[in-house]
Structure formats: structure tokens, C-alpha cells
């Protein structure tokens, strides 16, 4: 990919996930996943004068989409540090909040970043080039057992230990280093007619292990409930049922970490109201458009 180019990402289920943020004219939002700045734009294009938009992206490229708008800041950083960043631009409470989750399409589609079986080129699959381990370095340095987790946990795999033993025997021999390396030794346990299911579950573990994308998630809820004012809406989109279940549990009941409140029946006391009970899915007529909006689904809550 061009270094300096602005980059085009189609943006998923657009309408639907603004409409559910009941954009105010002078209220204040945070599009925690700015991306191609898609979903931005369009908050821009309801919000007034007065209002103003944050927009959040770990991701070095994402910065040449930023807007010259006075009403729109970005910040450069995970979202698992919302509110910090929120507290040094002196912002207590906000209107509303949005996440597009994952990567987005012109990086999957980048075979120097490696998160595609697709194309190939190095193992990397960070997010954030600045820092971190690649995905090489995971496959290079976790012990066997670490391995298994992984798989088991993120991809849930059938065959984890066997990968993870194979890994390690490979990498005996010589270092993993490209997407080419790792696909050479899944071959054996990739079954045919379902090759393309299969590694596209290893290569998402590997993928949520690099970036810690579920511990993100996890933050970045619990902070976003501290700042929603009384009535902000929050959206959220996934892309696999990993990140689905925990956005569920969290808008059933407010919590991952401390004990879950409940009232005197047993019922979870959250401090959302869920927006939309039946998950929102792209429409026939948009995953024609855009096959990557396939797999997202789409909740919204509201802070009592
Ligand atoms: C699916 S794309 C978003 C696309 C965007 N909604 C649009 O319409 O162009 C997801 C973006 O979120 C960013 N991202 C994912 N996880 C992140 C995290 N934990 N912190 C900050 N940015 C993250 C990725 O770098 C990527 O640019």
C-alpha cells in the first residue's frame, strides 16, 4: 500500500449503527475504531456546530484519512486507553460511543502485514507497528502448551495440541517466518472442503493473541460505562462470536470484573437498556455490496 495515500474501507452496517446513536446535534462521541474514518464522517454529517467527535486508531495508516474538521480530534492510540485520553482532552462525560471492531479491509488485504492466509509475505499481524510481538514472534517463543491455549481459546480449534506440537517441531528446524512458513505446516491438519473455515479460525487466534484484542474490548467497555452520560448510546459491532458474547454479557450485565449485582429475583442489574434485543445483521442487499459486512452483527445499548 501506498505510505502517503488516503485509504478507502467500505463501512459496515453505516446507517444501522448510527441511527443507533442518536447523534445530538452538540453532543460529544468517540468513534473508537476511526479506520477509513467511514463511520466518522457520517457522525460529522449529523453532529452541529457545537457538537464534537473523537476518533480513535492504533494503526499508523489510518491518520491520512483524518478530516481538517474543527469539530473532529483524532488520537492515536489503543482504545483500551479511552479514558485517559479522554481526561487529558478534559472530557468527563460523553453522548455516545462506536466500534467497528477487528481490522479493517485494506490492511487485511495487505500482504506485508500478514493477517490474511491469502496473500503472502511476513508474519506480522500487529495493529500497532510501533510495538508488540508478530505473530512470528508468538509462534517462535510460547512454549507448546501457551500455544494450545491460544487455539483452544481464540480459535476454538479441535486439533490445538496437535498444531501447537507441530509448531514446535518446526520451528526446531527453523524460524517461522512468513505466512508461507505457518501455512506449511498447518497443511496436515487442514481437512479438505473446510480449508478455508480452518485456517481462517488459526489465523484469528493468532491474531487476537498479537494485538490482545479481547482484553482491549474488555477495557474499553468498562471505561466507556464510567463516561456514557445518563441516556448516551453505545454501538458496537463484531465480527466473531468471541467479541459478540462479550459485548452481549457486558450490555446484560454491566460488568466482566467485580461481582455481577442482581435484584432480589435473581435478574442482572445492568446499567444499560438494550436498544435492539435481536442482533442487527447487514442486509442480502449490502453483503452483495460489501461481502466483508457478512459476518458482522450490530448491538446497541443505552446507559440508564
Ligand atoms: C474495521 S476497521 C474500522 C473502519 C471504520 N469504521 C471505517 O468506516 O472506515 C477497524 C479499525 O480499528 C482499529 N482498531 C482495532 N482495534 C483497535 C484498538 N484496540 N485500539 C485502537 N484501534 C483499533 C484498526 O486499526 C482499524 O483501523
Not at 9 to 27: A, F, Q, T
Not at 52 to 72: A, M, P, T, V, W
Not at 194 to 217: G, H, P, T, Y
Not at 254 to 260: A, D, N
Request: glycine letters at 6%.
Amino acid at each position: 500500500m501506498d505510505k502517503t495515500s488516503v485509504y478507502h474501507h467500505i463501512p459496515v452496517l453505516l446507517k444501522e449503527s448510527v441511527d443507533g446513536l442518536n447523534v445530538c446535534s452538540g453532543g460529544i462521541y468517540v468513534d473508537v475504531t476511526f479506520g477509513g474514518g467511514g463511520h466518522s464522517k457520517e457522525i460529522l454529517v449529523r453532529l452541529g456546530n457545537t457538537g464534537h467527535l473523537y476518533g480513535f486508531d492504533q494503526d499508523e495508516d489510518s491518520e491520512k484519512n483524518i478530516f481538517s474538521d474543527i469539530r473532529f480530534t483524532f488520537v492515536r492510540s489503543n482504545f483500551r486507553y479511552l479514558a485517559h485520553f479522554m481526561d487529558w482532552h478534559n472530557v468527563k462525560e460523553i453522548d455516545g460511543l462506536l466500534a467497528d471492531l477487528g481490522v479493517s479491509s485494506i490492511h487485511f488485504d495487505d500482504c506485508n502485514r500478514g493477517f490474511s492466509f491469502r496473500f503472502i509475505g511476513n508474519l506480522d499481524m500487529r495493529m500497532n507497528q510501533r510495538k508488540g510481538e508478530t505473530a512470528a514472534d508468538i509462534l517462535n517463543t510460547y512454549s507448546e502448551n501457551k500455544l494450545i491455549d491460544m487455539f483452544d481459546l481464540y480459535g476454538e480449534l479441535k486439533n490445538s495440541a496437535s498444531i501447537a506440537h507441530a509448531i514446535v517441531q518446526a520451528r526446531m528446524q527453523r524460524e517461522i517466518q512468513t505466512v508461507q512458513d505457518f501455512l506449511d505446516i498447518l497443511k496436515p491438519f487442514v481437512r479438505k472442503g473446510k480449508v478455508e473455515k480452518q485456517l481462517a479460525q488459526i489465523f484469528q487466534a493468532l491474531r487476537i493473541e498479537v494485538n490482545k484484542e479481547l482484553d482491549a474490548l474488555k477495557e474499553m467497555l468498562i471505561q466507556a460505562k464510567q463516561l456514557l452520560r445518563s441516556g448516551g448510546r453505545i454501538a458496537i459491532i463484531t465480527y466473531h462470536s468471541l467479541e459478540d458474547r462479550l459485548v452481549k454479557f457486558f450490555f446484560k450485565t454491566g460488568s466482566f470484573y467485580e461481582k455481577i449485582e442482581r435484584d432480589f429475583y435473581g435478574n442482572f442489574l445492568s446499567p444499560f437498556k438494550i436498544i435492539n434485543h435481536r442482533v442487527i445483521v447487514a442486509s442480502d442487499e449490502e453483503v452483495k455490496r460489501n461481502p466483508r459486512s457478512r459476518s458482522a452483527k450490530l448491538r446497541i445499548a443505552e446507559k440508564i
